[in-house]
């Protein structure tokens, strides 16, 4: 059974701060790893999908990596914004691409 | 696109009640499934679809039925609400031949 952990729990960092959230999982024959950002009482809005055959992928400021032979993909945040403000969910495709999800990562950038 | 809506908002339940929730998507996708969303224990899949008229258990199935009549609705039934089933639901579609799973903003659903 697929288990994903995110770690920190939370983090507060100041504006402009570079920054970097891990997930890890127990099953390494994923299909993709994707990570999402929920806001408070809102839906999940997918920030990045990395497939499996992938190292890693880029969108603007957001660069996530996969290293499917450790277990583990990392989520890097440069420039930090405070709205960038959110949780941080990473989650694990396996069959059907159905996915199993880390708890979260709650980001608190301040002005 | 409206892309993936899900219908009620909020609700509220006594013990026993039942009730059915909801989701529709527009964008033709043959994958949905619906999660539930619990204070420290993350997201957690409910059931899922692979295309209209299957559906499948996921983790957590106990308490739930589910619906595929269309292509563009998932339906999630609750026979008979128990306080534990308390929750945010999110409904999420994919397209056949994609990876991304789309979400809806969630129905918050509160069983006394």
């Known amino acids: 059974k697929q288990e994903v952990t995110q770690i920190p729990a939370a983090l507060s960092v100041p504006e402009g701060e570079n920054l970097v959230l891990n997930c890890s999982f127990t099953d390494s024959a994923i299909y993709n790893l994707q990570w999402f950002r929920q806001d408070p009482g809102k839906g999940l809005t997918s920030l990045l999908l990395i497939q499996s055959s992938q190292r890693e992928q880029t969108s603007g400021r957001l660069n996530a990596s996969l290293d499917k032979s450790s277990g583990r993909s990392t989520l890097y945040i440069a420039a930090s914004q405070p709205g960038d403000s959110a949780t941080y969910l990473c989650a694990g495709g396996g069959s059907n691409y159905k996915l199993t999800f880390g708890k979260g990562t709650l980001l608190t950038v301040n002005p | 696109n409206a892309g993936v809506t899900q219908t009620p908002k909020f609700r509220v339940l006594k013990t026993g009640q039942s009730m059915t929730l909801l989701c529709a998507q527009d964008?033709?996708?043959?994958?949905m499934y619906w999660y539930r969303q619990d204070p420290g224990m993350g997201l957690r899949l409910i059931h899922y679809s692979v295309g209209e008229g299957t559906t499948a258990k996921g983790e957590v199935p106990d308490g739930y039925n589910v619906s595929r009549l269309k292509k563009q609705n998932f339906l999630l039934g609750l026979e008979s609400a128990a306080p534990s089933q308390t929750s945010v639901y999110f409904c999420?579609?994919?397209?056949?031949?994609?990876?991304?799973?789309?979400f809806g903003p969630g129905t918050r659903l509160l069983v006394l």
């Open positions: 999420a579609s994919k397209a056949s031949g994609r990876e991304t799973q789309y």
């Open positions: 964008m033709n996708h043959e994958y």
